[in-house]
């Protein structure tokens, strides 16, 4: 029967060779290391899609290949199972069973690079005699859970154990995370209905050539397999579309597959990068500084101020400190720290979808509470931070101007400068060349070293505070948007301070057209580019960065609260403290005001409906007056308590003493919170039940920003101010900056 087989093969691969193409014939010491199975088992890779199928050249590489590698490893022998030998029987019958039930995924089926074809044969191989590094592979991938009309469509596999293989050859294991994107026919509403749960009732809505490294992909199904390193990321793409078009191709199901180079990912050899070594050896430096200096102040050993602006004894005293200096404005503490934890739970609830869940579906349900205007409403919480920023410039620009009629344009740059750049820096370079060596996951290249190949490319532009014209999703740090907007405004603040101050007719004038040009700016263009700040059920990712690009990062449409700050500062430095007010007057204030607050924060709470359908006057109302609602309150309660007209609860809560720290907090804060958000994420290896409060409230998180946040203010924030005020001190105020300022 062999020698029937043998001479079969001869005379049909001399009978086909008329084909044109150059093709080697196969010898007689060739085919003796053939033998039947081997040739069947090679053609039944061939399926009914006749694209993908082994092709007669194919055949003859393939039996060419293991050939050669016979031969060149006879002495070689394969890393096999020890017990198949005593046991073969029993282990090819439990081997059959198991993968009919759950059949392996196929790194070799399809147009695949040889090398990854062979070391696919030599898995099956090995998994069909149960070696232990096969059956690894086999069980690291992703199989179909329970659980999916519940939105369980997101599997991870076993990162760990695949990336910890090592097989026969110099096999090694690696993970990769595919997207898929399944759409269904449209005439069918019974798919449609079933598409609606798989994706969770589309709380986001993306397609699989949006960016993920900073808003989830959330109809984008990750399934993860683990496939010999051999094979590249577009062989491990052609080979589960293959897989998948087996299985859909008469079925109502359409699957696009897209497997991307960095979600491959294979166990790391490689030493730390210089960069790494040397930024490392920076921050050692910068503590051990630290350190010194605090033993020097302690012991009060005679040294430089320089040196003593970095001692950690002086820094700490100075941030848990609630002695409040001069003209200090007590009520902008509270604001702060009320906004700051705002943004906590609104950017943590988006970190959130980046996550598989058991029961995602319900989780969706769940958010789809008129409540969760807490999170969908994030752009409202950085709204009170502009306008603090415009009344502390004006209120401070004003105190000068009126004390020595001068303002020293340059050294306020400079002071904004050395007062947000010494934390960004530290910040970009962890972010940058640390974090994405000190972990690892799933997601981690996603979230973590995209965000970081980023940064190595765009750094300058957050230096020099443009990098909000550039894209949301192309931003080094993208949530620090928010610093390119406040810088922009602060170089132009001494313009609009100095006219006011000088014309105050003409200046109000002047800066209330600019603040009412700015919102309808932002009605307009959020209702022609159809933009939306509030996050509703079907928000489309390309929406989401629409709205961020068009509207959200661009000063122009920030001015208006800017503008109500600077008007805020102006009142304050001259209305007289002891400035009274009607009962009446300042009741009405109270109830508009709260009025408009309530207006800002629960007028959108039906947008979160999972039944909601957008409209474009609802998102451009929203987008426009929104702010202004959300200001209105806060900046009522600064002007009465200021002016001792009420001392209320709501007043006394935002002056107490104890937001002072969280002040000195707040700026570490927003800067920290994003890169632990995504180190979390880049960690998470599987699904979890969803628990709103379990997963909200996630006390180690938060503890960990609060850490990494006095970190960052002890050996950055708090000393570059303390050098900053030395240096001022000690130079002359140069001549060209001060010119006497007349108001008229």
């Known amino acids: 029967m062999g020698g029937f087989i043998r001479a079969w093969t001869i005379f049909l691969l001399i009978k086909l060779s008329y084909s044109?193409?150059?093709?080697?014939?196969?010898?007689?010491?060739?085919?003796?290391?053939?033998?039947?199975?081997?040739?069947?088992?090679?053609?039944?890779?061939?399926?009914?899609?006749?694209?993908?199928?082994?092709?007669?050249?194919?055949?003859?590489?393939?039996?060419?290949?293991?050939?050669?590698?016979?031969?060149?490893?006879s002495a070689k022998k394969l890393e096999i199972n020890p017990f198949y030998d005593e046991f073969s029987?029993?282990?090819?019958?439990?081997?059959?069973?198991?993968?009919?039930?759950?059949?392996?995924?196929?790194?070799?089926?399809?147009?695949?690079?040889p090398e990854c074809k062979r070391h696919s044969d030599i898995f099956h191989q090995e998994l069909a005699k149960f070696t232990l590094w096969a059956l690894k592979m086999y069980d690291a991938t992703a199989k179909i859970p329970s659980g999916l009309l519940n939105g369980n469509v997101n599997q991870f596999g076993d990162f760990d154990e695949c990336i910890g293989v090592q097989g026969s050859e110099g096999i090694q294991g690696q993970y990769c995370l595919a997207y898929l994107e399944l759409s269904v026919d449209e005439s069918r509403p019974d798919l449609k209905h079933l598409h609606r749960l798989l994706h969770s009732h589309y709380a986001f809505r993306s397609n699989i050539t949006d960016p993920g490294h900073r808003v989830p992909r959330y109809t984008i199904i990750n399934w993860a397999v683990c496939t010999p390193a051999s094979c590249s990321f577009k062989d491990v793409e052609t080979s589960i579309r293959d897989t998948v078009t087996k299985y859909t191709l008469q079925t109502g199901l359409k699957v696009k597959v897209t497997v991307n180079k960095e979600m491959c990912q294979v166990k790391g050899k490689d030493p730390l990068p210089r960069e790494t070594v040397i930024v490392s050896l920076f921050f050692l430096v910068i503590f051990a500084l630290a350190i010194i200096a605090a033993y020097y102040d302690h012991y009060e050993?005679?040294?430089?101020?320089?040196?003593?602006?970095?001692?950690?004894?002086?820094?700490?005293?100075?941030?848990?400190?609630?002695?409040?200096?001069?003209?200090?404005?007590?009520?902008?503490?509270?604001?702060?720290?009320?906004?700051?934890?705002?943004?906590?739970?609104?950017?943590?609830?988006?970190?959130?979808?980046?996550?598989?869940?058991?029961?995602?579906?319900?989780?969706?349900?769940?958010?789809?509470?008129?409540?969760?205007v807490i999170g969908r409403a994030a752009s409202l919480y950085t709204d009170p931070f502009i306008m603090l920023s415009g009344l502390l410039t004006s209120y401070s620009f004003i105190g000068k101007l009126r004390r020595t009629g001068n303002l020293n344009i340059i050294n306020e740059y400079f002071s904004r400068w050395i007062r947000v750049v010494p934390s960004l820096a530290a910040l970009m370079l962890f972010c940058t060349y640390i974090i994405p060596y000190i972990g690892s996951g799933p997601q981690w290249n996603l979230v973590v070293t995209e965000h970081a190949n980023i940064c190595k490319r765009t750094w300058w532009r957050n230096f020099l505070f443009i990098h909000n014209y550039f894209g949301f999703e192309s931003m080094c740090l993208t949530h620090t948007h928010h610093l390119g907007i406040d810088t922009q405004l602060f170089i132009l603040s001494p313009l609009m301070v100095i006219l006011l101050y000088k014309k105050p007719k003409t200046g109000s004038i002047v800066l209330t057209m600019c603040a009412l040009i700015s919102t309808a700016l932002r009605y307009f263009v959020t209702y022609y580019r159809q933009l939306n700040n509030y996050v509703f059920f079907g928000t489309s990712i390309k929406q989401l960065f629409d709205t961020a690009n068009y509207s959200y990062t661009l000063?122009?449409?920030?001015?208006?609260?800017?503008?109500?700050?600077?008007?805020?500062?102006?009142?304050?430095?001259?209305?007289?403290?002891?400035?009274?007010?009607?009962?009446?007057?300042?009741?009405?204030?109270?109830?508009?005001?709260?009025?408009?607050?309530?207006?800002?924060?629960?007028?959108?709470?039906?947008?979160?409906?999972?039944?909601?359908?957008?409209?474009?006057?609802?998102?451009?109302?929203?987008?426009?007056?929104?702010?202004?609602?959300?200001?209105?309150?806060?900046?009522?309660?600064?002007?009465?308590?200021?002016?001792?007209?009420?001392?209320?609860?709501?007043s006394r809560f935002l002056a107490w003493k104890g937001f002072l720290i969280t002040t000195r907090l707040s700026y570490a804060i927003y800067l920290t919170q994003f890169p632990i958000y995504f180190y979390n994420v880049g960690r998470t290896r599987s699904a979890e039940y969803f628990d709103f409060f379990k997963m909200q409230f996630n006390l180690a998180e938060f503890l960990w920003i609060v850490t990494?946040?006095?970190?960052?203010?002890?050996?950055?924030?708090?000393?570059?101010?303390?050098?900053?005020?030395?240096?001022?001190?000690?130079?002359?105020?140069?001549?060209?900056a001060v010119k006497p300022l007349k108001r008229e």
Not at 29 to 37: P, R, V
Not at 311 to 328: M, P
Not at 614 to 624: E, F, G, S, T, V
Request: proline fraction near 5%.
């Open 20 to 73: 044109g193409k150059s093709v080697d014939i196969l010898t007689s010491s060739t085919l003796n290391t053939l033998e039947e199975e081997e040739i069947l088992r090679v053609l039944s890779r061939n399926t009914t899609t006749s694209s993908n199928n082994f092709t007669l050249t194919d055949l003859i590489e393939h039996l060419k290949n293991e050939t050669f590698e016979a031969s060149n490893n």
């Open 89 to 113: 029987e029993e282990i090819d019958r439990e081997a059959r069973t198991l993968l009919q039930i759950l059949p392996a995924y196929d790194p070799g089926v399809g147009r695949v690079s």
């Open 301 to 372: 050993i005679p040294a430089s101020e320089l040196l003593l602006s970095f001692s950690l004894k002086r820094n700490f005293k100075s941030l848990v400190s609630v002695e409040r200096k001069q003209n200090d404005i007590a009520t902008l503490h509270g604001v702060r720290a009320i906004n700051a934890l705002m943004l906590l739970l609104a950017h943590k609830s988006m970190a959130l979808f980046f996550n598989p869940y058991m029961n995602r579906t319900e989780m969706s349900e769940y958010l789809g509470k008129p409540w969760t």
């Open 555 to 650: 000063p122009a449409h920030r001015l208006t609260i800017y503008i109500v700050g600077i008007f805020l500062g102006y009142l304050l430095r001259y209305l007289p403290r002891d400035y009274k007010i009607n009962k009446i007057a300042l009741r009405t204030g109270w109830i508009l005001c709260t009025i408009m607050f309530c207006c800002a924060f629960f007028g959108p709470a039906g947008m979160g409906s999972i039944d909601y359908v957008y409209n474009p006057i609802d998102a451009a109302m929203y987008n426009a007056f929104a702010p202004i609602g959300w200001c209105a309150l806060f900046a009522w309660a600064t002007v009465m308590y200021h002016t001792k007209n009420t001392n209320g609860w709501f």
């Open 708 to 736: 990494l946040s006095i970190t960052l203010t002890l050996l950055f924030d708090t000393p570059f101010q303390n050098i900053k005020d030395y240096l001022m001190r000690k130079s002359p105020m140069p001549e060209a």
